[in-house]
């Protein structure tokens, strides 16, 4: 599959501090892509970056075959994109910005009907935005990042003061974007909604790139156990002990899932030591363990 976007080993600095060291990461068509990591990581600096927001020392962005910088912006003309708080314009009526922004070309009324009723944001639309509340800006604000239909969307924080209904009715609208062919990259500190999005995601952490990987990579390296009840904990933990076979918490004979086959051993084991198996529980990291788990293992020093 082909990237829609790459991004070379990209330097920014604000004044002396450097924000994004060597940053690099693709994002391939028709992808969903998760950016994170903690705050003040260089997210939304990417994210500005990739949007030709301002100038950087070094390095290359490509979106679709075409460079974009702080003074190219043509390659831009097909993403859409929300970026930290919804440019909004108080004495607009929501009605009246998504008309403003509407590519008059392309766009006809009935997108601008679809994307009201899909973000459920009608009974509101036609009042004077500064009357919004949080949720209702961002849920506009995601509204005109989508109107025109872009191959590439960038959202920083979608979900953002969304209620859960509006994360729902968001999360079902990403998908079904993406299923027709448009690519996404989200950043979001809601790893249990992201998780439910995302193909991948990009960590960053202290401006560097920690790690890039498919969801499905991520959880089956860093997040399977199995967790023993035995007739003999005590002594199961003596024997585990002596075979070297590392027990993952104190409380707990949670072991690393490593093979298929690891339980047979393990029972055979136990067994040979007249220890019976009473409950085997499988457990599975979710995204926020896993990410802790990698920012842990991988931090990066200043
Ligand atoms: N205009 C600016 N001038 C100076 N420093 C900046 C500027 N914008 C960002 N920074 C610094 O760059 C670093 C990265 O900020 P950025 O907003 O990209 O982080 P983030 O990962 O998006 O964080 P969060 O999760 O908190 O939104 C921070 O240390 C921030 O203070």
Do not use: C, W
Not at 54 to 68: C, L, T, Y
Not at 256 to 280: A, E, F, P, W, Y
């Amino acid at each position: 599959m082909s990237d829609i976007l790459t991004v070379e080993k990209l330097n920014k600095s604000f004044g002396k501090k450097k924000v994004l060291k060597d940053v690099s990461f693709n994002v391939q068509a028709g992808k969903i892509v998760g950016l994170v990591g903690p705050n003040g990581a260089g997210k939304t600096t990417i994210m500005k970056a990739i949007l030709g927001l301002f100038e950087f020392q070094s390095g290359k962005i490509v979106i679709n075959g075409r460079e974009v910088s702080s003074v190219n912006h043509q390659a831009l003309s097909e993403v859409g994109a929300l970026i930290e708080y919804p440019g909004i314009y108080p004495f607009l009526t929501g009605m009246q910005h998504l008309e403003l922004f509407a590519d008059n070309e392309t766009t006809r009324k009935e997108d601008i009907q679809n994307i009201i009723e899909k973000l459920n944001i009608g009974s509101y639309i036609n009042r004077k935005a500064k009357a919004y509340s949080l949720g209702m800006k961002q849920k506009l604000g995601i509204a005109l990042a989508l109107l025109n239909k872009p191959k590439f969307v960038i959202l920083d924080e979608p979900m953002n003061g969304l209620d859960p209904k509006a994360t729902k009715e968001l999360r079902n609208l990403i998908l079904e974007l993406a299923k027709e062919g448009t690519t996404f990259l989200i950043s979001s500190h809601i790893l249990s909604e992201l998780e439910k999005l995302v193909d991948e995601i990009v960590v960053i952490d202290n401006g560097k790139i920690v790690k890039q990987t498919s969801m499905e990579a991520l959880s089956d390296s860093n997040g399977n156990y199995l967790v023993l009840t035995t007739s003999d904990d005590e002594k199961a933990r003596k024997v585990f002990a002596t075979e070297g076979i590392k027990l993952e918490k104190a409380d707990q004979i949670k072991i690393r899932k490593t093979s298929d086959n690891q339980l047979t051993g393990l029972i055979q084991l136990l067994s040979s030591h007249q220890i019976d198996i009473v409950d085997v529980q499988h457990e599975h990291n979710d995204l926020e363990t896993s990410l802790l788990d990698l920012l842990d293992n991988d931090q990066v020093k200043e």
